[in-house]
């Protein structure tokens, strides 16, 4: 059986304690779902950044990082509690959200640092 939590999806890719730094410099904006395998809120979470991925195409990376297989990553973020979601410009974190939260509140969070890239 396969894992579906190592599988990348067209919108997520899945990243890790080895990849991390290089998969943050892709992109401007960076959205990072620090997730685990056992977290119920956290499996109900990828379809919606599945499809806010799919809605902002370029705008935006989105990466999932199971912390149980991540640890470093998720210290380095100080990730307690799952998901956490944080959403990254230029590499450096700006925004955080902890728990599950309906898709508008990620795409907002997407939109207000679009909008001060556009400037």
């Known amino acids: 059986m396969t894992n579906p939590w190592r599988e990348q999806t067209m919108s997520i890719k899945t990243s890790n304690d080895a990849e991390f730094s290089g998969d943050i410099r892709k992109s401007e904006l960076t959205l990072v779902d620090f997730t685990a395998v056992w977290c119920p809120p956290c499996k109900r979470l990828i379809p919606l950044l599945e499809e806010l991925g799919q809605e902002l195409g370029e705008r ?18 100080g990730v307690m509690s799952m998901p956490t979601v944080i959403l990254l410009k230029d590499g450096e974190p700006v925004e955080r959200l902890v728990g599950l939260r309906p898709k508008e509140t990620y795409r907002s969070l997407v939109a207000k640092y679009s909008a001060v890239t556009a400037r």
């Open 60 to 77: 935006v990376t989105i990466l999932k990082v199971d912390v149980d297989a991540s640890p470093q990553i998720a210290s380095r973020f």
